[in-house]
T-cell receptor, first 114, second 113 residues
Framework: AQSVTQLDSQVPVFEEAPVELRCNYS??????LFWYVQYPNQGLQLLLK??????LVKGINGFEAEFNKSQTSFHLRKPSVHISDTAEYFC????????????FGTGTRLQVTL | SQTIHQWPATLVQPVGSPLSLECTVE??????LYWYRQAAGRGLQLLFY??????ISSEVPQNLSASRPQDRQFILSSKKLLLSDSGFYLC????????????FGNGTRLTVT
């Protein structure tokens, strides 16, 4: 079975500052990795995904993530955040071959302030 | 692209009452369908998934059940709600191909009082 750990429940950051949201996973088999964003009282929207190939993945809204197999990590980064990036961010993993059956982390609340 | 409709958006129900949440999908056929629950301060927990009409798999033992009467319709039900059933319920859909990500509806916030 897979598991996901998001080390920070909340990350406060000032607008235009860089941010990194951490995600570590555990699995005994090959995995797919995802980051989703959830705005208040809404469903989740896919930010980016890693299936194979280049370990640096670029997503929507200027976000990117890097798959590090040796450290079993998939941290999400953005060089300059905006107020509108305030949301809950979820890291998720699935076993290769079952991309839509996800195990989610507990989420990180990104709070961007002026 | 897929669009997932969920209703109602919010629901307040007394303990012991029945529940029916509906989800319909547009823009794809024969999708895999999922019900997730998000409890306060916790991640998303997969409750049920379905790969076709009448085919339901339960991921965790609980007070809820799911049904799929039509290809793009997925229903979450309970005969008698418990306080612990409160949460944010999300329906999701995927095309079923290996690298197909999940698409989510906007969710139903259920409060059991």
């Amino acid at each position: 079975a897979q598991s996901v750990t998001q080390l920070d429940s909340q990350v406060p950051v000032f607008e235009e500052a860089p941010v990194e949201l951490r995600c570590n996973y555990s699995s005994s088999v090959s995995v797919y990795l995802f980051w989703y964003v959830q705005y208040p009282n809404q469903g989740l929207q896919l930010l980016l995904k890693y299936l194979s190939g280049s370990t640096l993945v670029k997503g929507i809204n200027g976000f990117e993530a890097e798959f590090n197999k040796s450290q079993t990590s998939f941290h999400l980064r953005k060089p300059s955040v905006h107020i509108s990036d305030t949301a809950e961010y979820f890291c998720a993993v699935s076993r290769s071959g079952t991309a839509s059956k996800l195990t989610f982390g507990t989420g990180t609340r990104l709070q961007v302030t002026l | 692209s897929q669009t997932i409709h969920q209703w109602p958006a919010t629901l307040v129900q007394p303990v012991g009452s029945p529940l029916s949440l509906e989800c319909t999908v547009e823009g794809t056929s024969n999708p895999n369908l999922y019900w997730y629950r998000q409890a306060a301060g916790r991640g998303l927990q997969l409750l049920f998934y379905s790969v076709g009409i009448g085919q339901i798999s339960s991921e965790v033992p609980q007070n809820l059940s799911a049904s799929r009467p039509q290809d793009r319709q997925f229903i979450l039900s309970s005969k008698k709600l418990l306080l612990s059933d409160s949460g944010f319920y999300l329906c999701a859909s995927a095309t079923g191909f290996d690298n197909s990500p999940l698409h989510f509806g906007n969710g139903t916030r259920l409060t059991v009082t």
